[in-house]
């Protein structure tokens, strides 16, 4: 039997997490699982969990645990996440990283890497007011550091390049509240493992990406 391997990115709202996750899906051709963006298209297709999530969202405060573990549990049954996928935003509370652990135990699953991306505070708030996410494919850019090629359009797809309701300065600072409250203590939590990685979030996007391959290398 295949054991599936499943990373996670760990860290503030703002510090690189989805555009490294992204590529370091590609990089390993596993499932790229954002519980953001699956919220997003849900707030999107108007559903009920959309609905139930969408203010919550907006004010930058966390959605139910219940309904996250919900969606991830449904997300990991299918086909594709079968060896594996790449978390980003997932797990962010003591809770989900607690019921992470139960549904790998349950399948027979490990976590291949806890990769920790760390930035500090005024680093991270230029970046979030700085993020355009593509309306089409989600791909992330920054007006001064990953500038499109025409402004506002993705160079991938086509599609128009916004700014996420949840990046204005008033919700930024909220999302790093949550983030010290209830995230932060994960570090905690997964810290003795040895899946955990610190890497540093600071620099271009390729030097990140660079301490990440070579976190996992090393430790693979
Ligand atoms: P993100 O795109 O990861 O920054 O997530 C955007 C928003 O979606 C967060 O500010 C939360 O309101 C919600 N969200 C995403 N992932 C989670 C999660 N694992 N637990 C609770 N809320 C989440």
Not at 32 to 49: F, K, P
Not at 132 to 149: E, Q
Not at 177 to 198: C, G
């Amino acid at each position: 039997m295949i054991v599936a391997k499943h990373f996670i990115f760990l860290g503030a709202p703002g510090v690189g997490k989805g555009t490294q996750a992204q590529r370091f899906a590609q990089l390993m051709d596993l499932p790229h699982v954002s519980t953001g963006d699956m919220l997003r298209a849900s707030v999107q297709s108007g559903s009920e969990i959309g609905l139930r999530a969408a203010a919550v969202m907006e004010s930058g405060a966390l959605v139910g645990d219940e309904i996250i573990v919900r969606i991830v549990e449904e997300r990991l049954l299918l086909e594709d996440a079968s060896d594996g996928v790449i978390f980003d935003g997932f797990p962010r509370t003591i809770h989900q990283a607690h019921a992470l652990d139960n549904l790998l135990a349950v399948h027979g699953d490990e976590i291949g890497a806890v990769l920790h991306l760390d930035l500090d505070d005024e680093e991270i708030v230029g970046r979030l007011s700085g993020r355009r996410v593509c309306s089409k494919c989600g791909a992330i850019y920054h007006i001064r550091y990953h500038a499109p090629t025409v402004y506002g359009i993705c160079d991938i797809c086509g599609g128009g390049l916004l700014q996420r309701d949840d990046d204005q300065p008033a919700v930024i600072r909220k999302r790093l509240a949550v983030y010290q409250a209830e995230t932060a203590p994960l570090i905690a939590y997964y810290h003795d493992r040895p899946a955990y990685h610190l890497v540093s979030g600071e620099g271009e996007v390729d030097d990140v990406f660079s301490r990440i391959v070579k976190a996992v290398e090393v430790a693979g």
